[in-house]
């Protein structure tokens, strides 16, 4: 026998969304990607970095990432890191805060990741359930466990808690709050504010879906410069490879070209959504790059299943919480006219 962990030996491990092999065959709607390219800086930068140049080691603190994100964000750079995807800033949060036997929270459903994540650290996993109206089923007054994930809009629903919520959950969090903005940059809101005011909170950032940088593996964390200090101590120390550095810079500075595709997502978005609902889907109204939709029936697992064998490709999850419907990532207007056909046929 191995002297492997026993956490680690009876999880099961992540199980992410389906990327096939031969994925030009398919409408891809089923991971929240960006259907647009990233801007033609972001490319001429990588392209420049490709060369002599990768046989050194790239800047360790990733600083000019870590300056362009101060300039757009308003902050100065000790209040950020720069992660090789937002993945890992969530991890080494839930290290720096979280010990063996300790408890990590969050909302269910939201990103069931932070569970995998905390099982690897043998911490405790709390999760709190959603009411009708969006708020926390029991949740107490005072939370005293050490790390609380509040995905802000809500992934895989779409809502977005306002402002006010997350202040009053920062209050009545006693460890951490971490806002997990992955798709905020769909949404009218976001807690950059009250990162400024309030030194539990911190806020994630993914460049995978709003600057359509899901294969170059970018986020970022801001935080009051003591937490960013603890995760600059537990992070790879080149956690960013020098075409990600060059990447994430271009596309921050890119602003023109992200708001015209944010836009073109969120038209598409409110536009899909109206059409689903005249075929009497029930569409939960979205702040992110997806919807979350129950078809007439309620029978999500159906309307998956008829849609692959159209190769279009969304998410199911058998959760009883979701098995209702299914999240269809915003694709391109055309993407999103053949799947609304599709459905019209699958009735
Ligand atoms: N948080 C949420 C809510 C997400 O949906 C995702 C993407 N699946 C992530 C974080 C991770 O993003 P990244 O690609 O930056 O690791």
């Known amino acids: 026998m191995l002297p492997l962990r026993k956490n680690i030996a009876e999880m099961a491990g992540y199980v992410p969304g389906f990327q096939p092999r031969d994925e030009h065959r398919y409408i891809k709607l089923n991971t929240n990607e960006n259907p647009y390219p990233p801007s033609p800086k972001v490319i001429e930068a990588i392209l420049a970095e490709v060369g002599d140049g ?70 405790k996993v709390r ?33 977005c808690y306002p402002q006010e919520f997350v202040e009053e959950m920062a209050g009545r969090v006693d460890g951490v709050l971490v806002v997990d903005e992955a798709y905020a940059d769909f949404a009218r809101e976001n807690s950059l504010d009250l990162v400024r005011r309030l030194p539990n909170v911190v806020v994630t950032r993914t460049f995978s879906k709003s600057y359509s940088l899901a294969g170059m593996r970018l986020g970022l964390a801001i935080a009051h410069p003591e937490v960013i200090a603890a995760l600059n101590k537990i992070r790879d120390h ?19 070209y992200f708001r015209q595709c944010v836009n073109k997502i969120r038209e598409t978005r409110d536009w899909f959504s109206a059409e689903l609902r005249v075929l009497e889907w029930e569409v939960i109204p979205s702040h992110g790059n997806f919807v979350f939709a129950s078809p007439p029936d309620r029978d999500g697992k159906r309307v998956y299943e008829a849609l692959y064998e159209r190769r279009i490709l969304v998410r199911y999850f058998s959760d009883p ?4 419907g299914i999240r269809i990532s915003i694709g391109t207007r055309e993407e999103m006219e053949k799947t609304l056909a599709a459905l019209v046929e699958i009735g």
Not at 75 to 98: C, H, K, Q, T, Y
Not at 321 to 324: K, N
């Open 238 to 256: 080149y956690n960013l490879d020098r075409l990600a550095q060059a990447a994430c810079v271009a596309a921050m500075a890119d602003q023109e």
């Open 127 to 159: 999760t709190f359930l959603l009411d009708e109206g969006w708020s926390l089923k029991d949740f107490p007054k005072r939370y005293k466990g050490k790390l609380f994930f509040l995905t802000n809009p809500n992934a895989p629903l779409g809502f």
């Open 321 to 324: 919480a979701l098995d209702h």
């Open 54 to 123: 990768l046989r050194k080691y790239p800047d360790a603190a990733s600083r000019a990432g870590c300056e362009e994100a101060g300039r757009l964000y308003g902050f100065d750079p000790e209040w950020i890191i720069m992660a090789n995807g937002s993945d890992e800033v969530l991890n080494n949060l839930i290290r720096a805060f979280v010990s063996e036997g300790e408890e990590v929270a969050y909302v269910h459903p939201s990103y069931s990741y932070y569970s995998t994540l905390a099982e690897v650290q043998g911490a």
